[in-house]
């Protein structure tokens, strides 16, 4: 007689689910958390490091700083080796500079708003009144020659011809 595979809850199910070497570090702090629904704290972690130790702790990508806390906040100690805390040290640098990129990106586009909203009211003063305009503009590109060396010996051979 064929044996009949079991009938798994849900919980169960997620338990089975090892993940892969491809995993990344979310997948194994997910996956402990479920094996903790299923078989307690000592016996998630006994599962889990030998999981890990098959196919986690080779991948880069299964590492980072936030799931080194997590364990160690189960009991398990997953950063030993130089070359795993120089792993967790390259990322931590690359969560750090990941924030000043998405930063840098808003104020960019803050940066972008402001000088299209500027653009927007030289634009409808021009048109609105174009005498001032026109006597902005002549202020302006006098001080550009003045900020240029070449700007100043012109400037100055200008006012130096007799009138």
Request: proline share 4%; hydrophobic share 40%; aromatic share 10%.
């Amino acid at each position: 007689m064929p044996l009949k595979a079991p009938n798994l809850t849900r919980e169960q199910k997620l338990c089975a689910n090892v993940p892969n070497k491809f995993a990344n570090a979310t997948k194994w702090a997910q996956w402990h958390t479920d094996l903790k629904n299923c078989f307690g704290k000592e016996g998630a972690n006994s599962l889990w490091v030998q999981a890990w130790n098959a196919y986690g702790s080779s991948s880069p990508s299964a590492k980072n700083s936030n799931l080194v806390q997590y364990m160690s906040s189960q009991g398990v100690n997953i950063s030993d080796s130089l070359g795993d805390k120089a792993v967790l040290f390259g990322s931590g640098i690359s969560s750090f500079f990941g924030g000043y990129a998405k930063f840098g990106r808003a104020m960019t586009f803050l940066l972008a708003g402001g000088i299209s909203v500027a653009f927007l009211i030289l634009l409808y003063n021009i048109v609105a009144n174009p005498e001032k305009a026109k006597q902005s503009l002549g202020v302006i590109t006098e001080g550009a020659m003045l900020a240029t060396p070449q700007g100043r010996i012109a400037s100055g051979a200008t006012k130096a011809l007799p009138q």
